[in-house]
């Protein structure tokens, strides 16, 4: 294999772009870590706009990529990954008891058309409609929406850091990430002859079949369009706006959806 790619410029090391390992939960955050190392490259001072806690939780950064950092390390920064911390939250929302008013009141809201909430000393309680088969992202989406008309007008909700919700498209970002580093130094073409033998299957007879070294992109126009996006990031992520920038991409693709479905 060494042979092979030693025709090409240097380039840098898989784990410096290859995020297909990352789990899903924490993909946000490896996007955030990996965009933060890219902007310190570019600029050193921004290591002073970081979060507070931010050397604290990973004082491997940004000399170590995300993924090099042991599973354990990385989760234990991330208590909202914690499967018993999130059996605790969820039962937060799980009702000791119900108020016998609370029923009168959810068939009122029904006779009236009306969202069945009864709200008494400090507590709502509501009752939802979930069809089987429904996603857990959609699902999500929807408390969402509910939450921010029906219950807590003013309030924002985002998945926590990590979290799997829009999984696919982090899972684009990180890659457009990667051919940003990687089109420093390699033209489309040769990006996408490294990357198809470096990622494809370590299985002799998996290599053989024509899919295994597609690359992580095949064409130029594939390329250009990563890299611009990987660009963009990295350039709101200098700002100090990805965060932001990320979560309003997802409300407005959340507000056309639902758009697209009422006019269904």
Known sequence: MALKLAKFPPFPPKEQWDFSACPQDERYTCLLYECYRIAHSKDPSFAARLPADWQT?????????????????RRQAQPELNAELKAIK????????????????????????EPPIYEEGGKAYIVLEISRGTSAQHLLECVAEYIGIYHVPKALTVRPEGGASYARQLLADLNAVAAYILLETLRPDEATAVTGELLAPADKKKRSRPWAKRGLYSTVQKWQAAQERGEFLIKKTLE?????????????????????????
Do not use: H
């Open 240 to 264: 100090g706006q990805l965060t932001a920038t990320l979560l309003s991409e997802r409300l407005a693709s959340l507000f056309t959806d639902l758009t697209c479905t009422k006019n269904e």
């Open 90 to 113: 969820a039962d937060e929302v799980i009702p000791t008891s119900i108020p016998e008013e609370a029923y009168d009141a959810f068939r009122l809201a029904e006779l009236i058309g």
């Open 57 to 73: 939780k990973y004082p491997q950064w940004p000399a170590m990529p995300y993924l090099q950092i042991l599973e354990e390390t």
